[in-house]
C-alpha cells in the first residue's frame, strides 16, 4: 500500500529555516501531483504547496518568495524548503499525493517557531 513519511520536522526561532522530506512508497511516484498541508490548532488543513509530476509548482499566498517545494523522482521524495520562518507558521505539516481520485497523507510532522 502507499505510506508516505515526513520527517524534517523540529523547533526553530523566527527567521530560521527547516527542510522537510516525505519519503514515498508503494506507488509511480514520478506520475503524482505531491503536495504539502499544513494545519495549526484549531483551524483547518490548508494547502501549502503543490508540484505537478511535471515539476510545475503552486504556492499559498502566505508563503510564496520564503517556501520552495521540490520533488527527486530517482528517490520518491518531496520536500519543502522553508525560510524566513515565522510563529505564524508553526503547524503539523502533512504530505499529500494525489494520482486522478486516488489521493494519500502521510502521518505529518510538527513544526514550531518560536518568536
Known amino acids: 500500500q502507499v505510506q508516505l513519511v515526513e520527517s524534517g520536522g523540529g523547533l526553530v526561532q523566527a527567521g530560521g529555516s527547516l527542510r522537510l522530506s516525505c519519503a514515498a512508497s508503494g506507488l509511480i511516484f514520478s506520475i503524482n501531483t505531491m503536495s504539502w498541508y499544513r494545519q495549526a490548532p484549531g483551524k483547518q488543513r490548508d494547502l501549502v504547496a503543490t508540484i505537478t509530476s511535471g515539476g510545475g509548482t503552486n504556492y499559498a499566498d502566505s508563503v510564496k518568495g520564503r517556501f520552495t517545494i521540490s520533488r527527486d523522482n530517482a528517490k520518491a521524495t518531496v520536500y519543502l524548503q522553508m525560510n524566513s520562518l515565522k510563529p505564524e507558521d508553526t503547524a503539523v505539516y502533512y504530505c499529500?499525493?494525489?494520482?486522478?481520485?486516488?489521493?494519500?497523507w502521510g502521518q505529518g510532522t510538527q513544526v514550531t517557531v518560536s518568536s
Open positions: 499529500h499525493r494525489l494520482l486522478r481520485r486516488d489521493a494519500s
